[in-house]
């Protein structure tokens, strides 16, 4: 097995974060120019400190500095190539920045695999160029890196000098203009330690830079936004990395319906992949999957005030009964729980509080925060040191000018008593100075309720996720890797697949295939009855639709029933080979039909799908999914998040089904293609026969694809 902490080898990115020496080529004093306004970044809005080099064959200077014709010309090789010259030239300038031995290439320039052939073949090039001399690529097609620890900004972007706001936010977006969106929401007190926006990612992916800040202390959360993944196992492997040191990734992935998808491809090609499978990926490996981007922001910035344990319990404070209950109300929505205040805090909130105010969970100070304000900050110091108390959240409806300016201040003074986080709520489009004072003194106000809810839920939620996560459990992908695409696959015969997984263990029924009518009778004379009977051939995989199924036949009409079903599906299928028709035990009565499935994601592997069977899976699509492999305990997990869950746990007279072996089932199906993972391509089990209590469960039907 591979090394679970660096399978990959990831790439040591320090240097590239914090370079003791840059080179920019394409550096220019030429205004409004991309290359004036990167160089400018670095020279006058970063505070770099090591040694900058511009390259520029048609200037002697730039900005002061001694200009460079080439990277041959450089005194020494450098940590980071900054490239800001047209298409045509980037090849050259980063083989000879390989050449040089220099550590990695930034390549801000577009018009690669993005844009048309001529471009896929240039990314080809540097892709090889780097393979040969070990330099590390940056992009093609991005806006740059910066770190704002330092702060340094590699970057063209004009509005870099003016989202210098440091902080333990760790952003890794492939596109530019969303990373800078997630930015800029430095304007509501949010602080970043650094920025990666990858473009094209040729080489350097996501899942190095999530790696990376998994292990910044810097860095106490961290916010992907992706298009697509060209790599799954490597971005599993990170992710792993990235829980294992309790870092939180806040995941929001554009192209999860068919219009974002089209428009990702084309904008960074990658791999869009099924927003189901990404769904699933996301909530295994921890990352948090969040909607928009200011859902995006608001997660994280929970977790850069505090861990949450999974457990935590809310209390509402606020100075307007409609905002209390409001408030409350969205708790509830949202399945959070309000904490019930110690006795010691409700007498402090009564000694405080006027008689006429609500001192039970939620607080209505009522209008205190005008006539006292004193009064209204020690009742939030004793409502955020309650002992029951985990997190305090403080709805403001509207803009009352120096007042709420005042009280602003207050609360700062109130969050400084106490480790509870006090996270305020601006409701009012008004953005007046008691807004910004709350910025400035790293109380983030949410926006709205509705993203109160949805981010308090998914903090706590993270934190239950860190105390049950399975820390032997490893995805199979790390072990396997994901295959290229089959070039040639071949579907097993029913009574194939069924041979398959009856060696595996799972328990199948036992057909017999009839080539001739008069085996068919022979068969069914020795089974009894009644039959199920099934057309065999390779090129038909939903036989019904053929007519090739015919149920409950009597043993006596299993010749008439083979004659019927080979002529049904010779005419739905005259090109079709058939070969025989399989005959076997119809089910017991009463179970009932669950659907199995697993089939091998381009870029995240196998993946096990399980729902009921009938219209529940094909009208309802009321499935779950799971990374292989999927063991019992986990199996029973997916059969209790089904929205049909109780039509097998006993539902209105009918017997509890054996949920037991459904999942021992599952298991082993997940084993069976874990041992076979290099050749099989899908596992289809419809239907699977559930029955009561201590009844088992039985495969009815298979479809086996595999790599032939």
Known sequence: MKDLHDPYRFPDLAPLFNPASIAVVGASDKEHSIGNHTFRNIVEHSKFTGRLYPVNPKQDQVMGLRAYPDMASLPEPVDVVVIVVPAQFVAETVEQAGARGCRFAVILTSGFSEADDWGIAEERKLVEIGQRTGIRIYGPNCPGLVNLNIPLGMSFSPAFKTDLAPGAIALATQGGGLGRNMMQHNYRGMGFSAWSSSGNECDLQVADFVHHFA??????????????????????????????????????????????????????????????????????????????????????????????????????????????????????????????????????????????????????????????????????????????????????????????????????????????PIVPIWFSEKTGEGYFELARSGLVPFRSLRNMGKAVRRWIDYGRYLQERDQTWTPLLLDTGVPGPATITRTLTEAEGKAALAAAGVPVTTPEVAATSAAAQEIADRMGGPLAMKIVSAQITHKSDVGGVMLNVDPAAAAAAFDTIMASAAAARPDATLDGVLLEPMAPAGGVEAFVGVARDPVFGHVMTLGLGGIYVEMFHDVTRAMLPVSQAQARRMIGKLKSAKLLSGYRGQPPRDLDALAKLVATVSDYVAAHADRVEEVEINPVWVGAGGEGALALDAVIVVRD
Do not use: W
């Open 215 to 420: 292990g910044d202390p810097d860095c106490k959360a961290i916010a992907i936004l992706v298009e697509g993944f060209k790599d799954g196992p490597r971005f599993a492997a990170a992710a792993r990395r990235a829980a294992e040191m309790g870092k939180p990734i806040i995941g929001l992935k554009v192209g999860r319906s068919e219009y974002g998808a089209k428009a990702a491809q084309s904008h960074t090609a990658s791999i869009t992949g099924s927003a189901e499978v990404n769904s699933t990926v996301f909530a295994q490996l921890g990352v948090i999957e969040v909607d928009d981007l200011d859902e995006a922001m608001d997660v994280a910035m929970l977790f850069t005030r505090k861990q949450p344990t999974g457990d935590e319990k809310v209390a509402v404070f606020a100075s307007s009964g409609g905002a209390a209950s409001l408030c409350a109300d969205n708790v509830g929505t949202a399945g959070l729980t309000l904490s019930t205040f110690t006795p010691e805090t409700t007498r402090k909130l009564a000694e405080t509080l006027p008689s006429f105010a609500n001192i039970s969970n939620p607080i209505d100070t009522t209008s205190i925060s005008i006539s006292h304000p004193q009064a209204l900050m020690d009742s939030l110091i004793a409502c955020a040191n309650d002992a029951n108390t985990d997190l305090v959240l403080a709805p403001i409806p509207m803009d009352y000018g120096i007042y709420t300016e005042a009280n602003a201040r207050n609360f700062k003074t109130a969050q400084d008593t106490t480790d509870t």
